[in-house]
Every structure is written in structure tokens, then in C-alpha cells.
């Protein structure tokens, strides 16, 4: 579904991308995990468009997207929740979902689509005409989430999407990544919880300093003696 391949991305003379190549395929959930730094969130936002590949390319479905605008990105069925959830504080959670859908027509489908949001996210319902800047950091990532699956898309990015969370709310999003991805959307998943993020995923890499240094199903890395001391405590 999505493939990347010799990817770099530069900011002035500093190479933060140094020409990796991955793939994530129909239905998986594919995990990046790296220390801070290593280049994760660029890479993620090379993929969205948000900042513009050096060299290399980045298919979706065969089509070339490194010269394509991040909205009609997002119209090709590519949604990402970004770090720090940046929803819109002022507007409330049904704003924001309405906002989340804003290059869809499908009236019918959208009422529906919220819906689900809702079943997916209870608590979103209870709040849905409150303002989303009031809400606690673990209701704002599920709106955020929310508001990406009211895109529809195929294959959601997710940006670190436990930071500042509580153990129990982490447990609470890791359960809502396995569902959504249950439902049928494939997840490119890049997280610092690094073993909350290979005990779900179908296959992993390991980004350090702009490179991809390991690659396996997420069972492997987790036994890996490699990625057992650098990310998991071993």
C-alpha cells in the first residue's frame, strides 16, 4: 500500500533522512520506533507532505506522492494524527470531527462515519459539544484520532500517540489502535513506548540518526538482544 524507498529529507545542509526505504502493506500495522532525534516524526511528515523529500520516492497504491500537495494527500485515503494532537482548542469535539471530514460530500455516509467515532470513542459523545481545549491530554488524542478517521482513510499515521498519557489510558489507545485496525485501516505506528508498539505490530523497523538499522516482524525486535537494551530495558 505505501512504499518508500531511498528516502532523504534535508533542513539546509543537516541530511535528517539519509535515504531509507520501507514498506507498509494492505491491512498491516507497521511500527517505527527510534530514540528522539532519529528522524521519526519527519518521516512521517514527508509521507503527508508537510515537508518535501530531497530525493527518493513515495508511493501510495503505485501513485507518486512527493510532489503532491498534503490536502489532496489526505483525499488519496492518507490520514496522520500528529504529536501533541494539535486539535482546534476553541472549536468543540464536533467541530473538530466535522473538521476532520472537510473534503468529503458524503452527508449520509459523514452522520455515520461520526457515529462510529462515537462508538469508537465513548467518551468523545459524552463531550461532543464542549470546546476541545478543555479536555484532559487522553481525550484530546482520541479526538485527534477521531477527527483522522473522519477522513476515511485507508492507511492512518500515527505520531507518538501515548506521550503524556497514564498507564491506563496508554493500555485504553493501544486497544483503540488494534480496533481500528481490526475494522480494515492499515497503521504506520511511530512510538516511544517501545514495547506497547512491537507487542502490536505485524512488522517493525528501527530508525537511528536518519537510518534504518533493524527490520523484522514485531515479535523479532522485541527478542532482538539489540532492541531489548536500547529501547526495552533489557
Do not use: W
Request: charged share 25%.
Amino acid at each position: 500500500m505505501l512504499k518508500v524507498q531511498d528516502l532523504k529529507v534535508r533542513y539546509g545542509m543537516i541530511e535528517a533522512i539519509k535515504g531509507i526505504s520501507f514498506e507498509v502493506r494492505d491491512g498491516e500495522i507497521v511500527t517505527m520506533i527510534g530514540a528522539n532525534g532519529a528522524g521519526k516524526t519527519t518521516t512521517m511528515h514527508a509521507i503527508s507532505g508537510l515537508v518535501k523529500a530531497s530525493e527518493g520516492s513515495i508511493r501510495l497504491d503505485d501513485t507518486e506522492l512527493t510532489k503532491t500537495a498534503p490536502h489532496k494527500i489526505v483525499g488519496m485515503g492518507l490520514a496522520q494524527v500528529p504529536e501533541g494532537r494539535r486539535v482546534f482548542a476553541e472549536q468543540t469535539v464536533e467541530e473538530n470531527l466535522i473538521l476532520g471530514a472537510y473534503l468529503r460530500r458524503d452527508k449520509d455516509a459523514m452522520r455515520k462515519d461520526m457515529e462510529d467515532v462515537y462508538q469508537l470513542f465513548p467518551r468523545l459523545k459524552e463531550r461532543r459539544t464542549q470546546a476541545a481545549g478543555t479536555l484532559s491530554g487522553g481525550e484530546q488524542q482520541m479526538l485527534a484520532m477521531g477527527r483522522a478517521l473522519m477522513a476515511k482513510p485507508s492507511i492512518l499515521l500515527l505520531d507518538e500517540p501515548s506521550m503524556g498519557l497514564s498507564p491506563l489510558l496508554v493500555s485504553e489507545i493501544f486497544h483503540i489502535i488494534q480496533e481500528i485496525n481490526d475494522k480494515g485501516t492499515t497503521i504506520l505506528l511511530v512510538e516511544q513506548n517501545a514495547k506497547r508498539a512491537l507487542g502490536i505490530a505485524d512488522r517493525a523497523y528501527v530508525l537511528e540518526t536518519g537510518r534504518i538499522t533493524l527490520e523484522g516482524t514485531g515479535e523479532e525486535l522485541s527478542r532482538d538482544e539489540r532492541v531489548q537494551k536500547a529501547y526495552l530495558g533489557g
